[in-house]
């Protein structure tokens, strides 16, 4: 007798409890997939000290497959789910399409930026929802520091240092926490002209800062934040994001290079394709975390609306506390349709809250009682030891270096801004440059064979290096791959809505087409630098832009220096211009481009192609 087949999609909290709960009552009596688009599963709540360089990114990622015996890990991220026929189609990280059938379903997809229709924002603000962007945060945090101390212009320099975080919940608190820190630490080294000093700024509507939390937190929150120097600003929000600053409703506007948001999330997109009724775009479960109408059907965590026993009419709060629980009961009420054990609802109790502020301060209340200062800090770290499935020693020992050594302050690049854009639905992952369309493989079914098609490797000049050469690329968006390789498109935004097949973000965001059109050859992208708008079922193709040796791409954040300048017209290109994809006309003043010539006794060998750029290389 084959084994019940269960799909659970998603590792965050709520799929990672759930696996590990089912995998222990089961013991191997049940076929267990996990499927997710990275191989670990990620501890949100350290992640501010990853972007703060307290952590290395491979401490809060524990390994699946090393902790989750007896569950089969596949990498990818659900794009369609079919109830009836009991089935789940992927996509993996290489393109290729894939369906899972399942006897029982987990969803448990998590959530994504939540998006405002605030002018801007989607365009020139970064997240916090993933690794990438936290590996983006502090690089970018770094480079600006490192820019200023070098720069002779005093306004240049305040803008490069000011930092604007908008949202005062958990997140945004503990990023601008940590934040401050780390800005003093680096500035330590690199002491700024004209008696400059790094600045933070935390907005929120609220009057209060995390005001989801007990007011005396909030209190103990507000005065570490006022007395590290960050300005907190309640009752303000936003009115306008711009490539040089943000305007905020009192009329202000601050000069700033960056921009975190941090107001929140909204339940993952996949869930609105489901046809299933949704409470605010969460999709409406029982106690037992069951879909009404399919029982198979299991939904938990952040993307599922479960009712509140202990406050009746009124449903679980987004909080990993609950995610991690959810799981906990969808475990066991998946075994028990299993025949394993008995069901149970969802009741939970709570048990207080910590919020990390950086060094040895912190603010608790375990089980009520509310505690500050260093011993709130403690039991912070002890909360976040005993609660982590992995990686213990190597915290514990990060935690121990970060005390007693300098924090190693140097930036490396592995993430580009265009590669985070804030209104994606996958932030667990980073969007990468890869080969034009017309040369990807194309998708194939399971079992058959991809068919490849070689890469176009043809030289042509390299408007920011005479005489060095790149390999020609397409002008064509990349769908779910925006920019092309050498450009740092900064703070731009999808041009169509790419994920996991859901419905578009919420709020204003770039012009563009609908989800899944194909890209347009030929529509160019106007001299700011942003997407054009196409036509139905279009998506916007991106013209290469070229970089002279003091300037970039466009930029979404940064007015100048290596992230580049959004306010700066690109060169005019036409007919044999930079960024056409021809070699310029040569004469006496430009030399003639490498180009794919045969060698030989006359002719010497072209120049290398060059790689992309990084930033900051001029």
């Known amino acids: 007798m084959s084994r019940p087949r269960v799909v659970i999609v998603g590792a965050g909290f709520a799929g990672y409890q759930t696996a590990r709960t089912l995998s222990r009552i089961t013991r191997g009596k049940a076929e267990i997939t996990l499927l997710n688009p990275t191989d670990y599963f990620l501890y949100l709540p350290l992640l501010p000290q990853v972007a703060a360089g307290v952590l290395e990114p491979r401490r809060v990622t524990v390994s699946l497959a090393g902790t989750l015996p007896r569950v089969r890990l596949v990498l990818g991220e659900a794009d369609g789910i079919d109830l009836e026929g009991h089935s789940v189609h992927y996509t993996d990280p290489e393109g290729d399409g894939g369906t899972l059938a399942y006897d029982r379903l987990v969803l448990a997809v998590g959530s994504v930026n939540k998006l405002l229709p605030v002018p801007g924002v989607a365009e020139h603000a970064h997240g916090f929802r993933g690794m990438p ?11 600006q520091v490192e820019l200023a101390a070098a720069s002779d212009d005093p306004k240049s320099c305040a803008s490069r240092c000011t930092f604007v975080v908008v ?17 003093d630490a680096l500035v330590r080294k690199q002491p700024l002209r004209q008696g400059i000093r790094p600045r933070w700024l935390l907005l929120d509507i609220a009057p209060r800062v995390l005001p989801e939390l007990d007011e005396r937190l909030s209190r103990t929150a507000d005065r570490v934040l006022r007395g590290r120097g960050v300005e907190v600003r309640t009752e303000t929000s936003v009115q306008e994001a711009t490539p040089t600053g943000v305007r905020l409703s009192d009329g202000e506007f601050i000069d700033t290079q ?14 609105e394709g489901l046809g299933r009724p949704l409470e605010r775009g969460r999709l409406l479960v029982d106690p037992y975390l069951q879909v009404p109408g399919h029982p198979e059907v299991f939904a938990c965590g952040d993307a599922a609306a479960v009712p509140d026993l202990e406050k009746p009419g009124q449903y679980t709060p987004m909080t990993a506390q609950h995610a991690w629980r959810h799981g906990k009961v969808a475990g066991r009420n998946v075994a028990a349709s299993l025949g394993f054990g008995d069901r149970r609802v969802y009741r939970h109790r709570d048990m207080g809250f910590t919020v990390d502020l950086g060094g040895v301060k912190a603010a608790a209340n375990p089980l009520g009682v509310h505690l500050s200062g260093p011993l709130a800090g403690a039991v912070t770290r002890g909360y976040h030891l005993a609660a982590m499935p992995g990686n213990r020693i190597r915290v514990a020992a990060d935690w121990f270096l970060d005390a007693v050594l300098p924090r190693q302050a140097v930036q490396l690049g592995l993430v580009r801004s265009w590669s985070v854009p804030l209104d994606t639905a996958s932030p667990e992952l980073a ?5 034009p369309a017309q040369n990807r493989p194309a998708p194939v079914t399971r079992g058959a064979p991809a068919a490849t098609q070689g890469a176009d490797t043809h030289a042509v000049p390299d408007p920011g290096r005479p005489g060095a050469t790149v390999p020609r690329k397409s ?10 390789p050498g450009d740092d498109q900064r703070g ?17 965001g770039p012009a563009g087409s609908g989800p899944g059109g ?30 002279g040796s003091g300037g970039s791409g466009s930029s979404g954040q940064a007015a100048s220096g290596s992230d580049g300048d959004a306010s700066a017209a ?12 021809q070699p310029e006309a040569s004469g006496p003043d430009k030399p003639a481009p490498a180009g794919p010539e045969a060698t030989g006794p006359g002719n010497p060998r072209p120049a290398r192609p060059a790689g992309p750029r990084t930033e900051g290389e001029s």
Not at 167 to 183: C, K, L, P, R, S
């Open 431 to 435: 969007r990468v440059a890869g080969p």
């Open 258 to 271: 960056t921009l975190v948001w941090c107001v929140g999330v909204r339940p993952d997109p996949l869930v």
């Open 570 to 581: 690109p060169e005019a290109s036409g007919p044999g211009g930079p960024g056409s994809g």
């Open 518 to 547: 194909p890209a347009m050859p030929g529509a160019e992208e106007p001299a700011s630098g942003r997407p054009a708008a196409s036509g139905p079922g279009g998506s916007t193709a991106y013209k290469p832009m070229a970089s």
């Open 133 to 143: 962007e936290a590996l983006y945060l502090r690089d970018h945090v770094t480079r």
């Open 167 to 183: 949202g005062a919940g958990y997140t945004g608190t503990e990023v601008a926490a940590q934040g401050q820190m780390f800005t």
């Open 492 to 508: 731009h935004a999808d041009a169509t809505k790419t994920g996991r097949g859901g419905a578009g973000a919420e709020g204003s």
């Open 475 to 484: 002008a064509v968006l990349d769908p779910g791959r925006p920019g092309s």
